[in-house]
């Protein structure tokens, strides 16, 4: 199940009935799901606190204390493997199966496996990937989830990047894939993640965004890097001409714009208490 305890799944159901996410089907009801997540939910990074005094419980912490925090808090989860227990303890509810599974990134997470739809995830962690961040409103939740052959081709057993020394490792080939994938599908869909880089930090900051990810605030490129320069020209071009469209012709307008709207989905993500 993750890390979650699902100790009542009479609770479960009345919260997917009350939001709405119940649907047409299988397919739909599990997209309305991520975008109830993809809105709500916070990775829990704070290793001074322990879970017992985040949930009020000494075991892993109970579904309805994440859909419903405490001491207004915001929707906390306990990482891959917390979203993970999300997924299989909501969709239980509902007899949709969800297997929890591990998958290699270059170390070790969490996806789950939507058995009777034979779809999956890269990560669990992609649902609050704030590359994805519905921000703009136009990404759709359906980028996060993979055909089992996809998930074969992309992230199980990729073909490996090499260069002139050396290949990637399987794990560092499927973390690269789900990297440039994020970025394709946020500026395919005009979400606001690179834009609101290119606003806060510059456009040279960007530019190294698409060579590799950042790790403890360096860029980390792997065998090959995740454009050639000649795709970087464009995408570069393609923000700038979105930042001045969004400001009515006017860049700083738009980066002032982008800016604000960034900072209020995460500040009402923050602070919410349904």
Known sequence: MGRVTDWNPRIS???LSHFNIVRENQLQTLNALADWM????????????DLNSIYNYPGFPPVDRILYPTENRPHLTA???????IFCALLRALNIPVKAETIDLGGTHSQPEFVSLAM???????VYYRDLDPAGGEIPSSVYF?????????????????NEQE???????ASYNRAQKAIINSLLYNGYAYLYE???????YVRDSFHGPRINYEVIEYAQPFFTPQQIDAKINLIRQRLIDM?????????EYVKERMELFWNNKLNRDG
């Open 38 to 49: 993809r809105g709500h939910l916070v990775h829990y990074t704070n290793n001074t606190e």
């Open 120 to 126: 999956s995830m890269s990560h669990d962690d992609d």
């Open 13 to 15: 159901y009345q919260f």
């Open 247 to 255: 400001g009515g012709g006017n860049i700083e307008t738009g980066k």
């Open 146 to 162: 993979y055909t089992m052959d996809e998930m074969e081709s992309y992230f199980f057993n990729p073909p490996l990047d090499c």
């Open 167 to 173: 290949c990637n490792s399987r794990g560092e080939q």
């Open 79 to 85: 990482g891959c493997r917390g979203t993970t227990g």
């Open 198 to 204: 290119y606003a806060e930090f510059g456009e040279a």
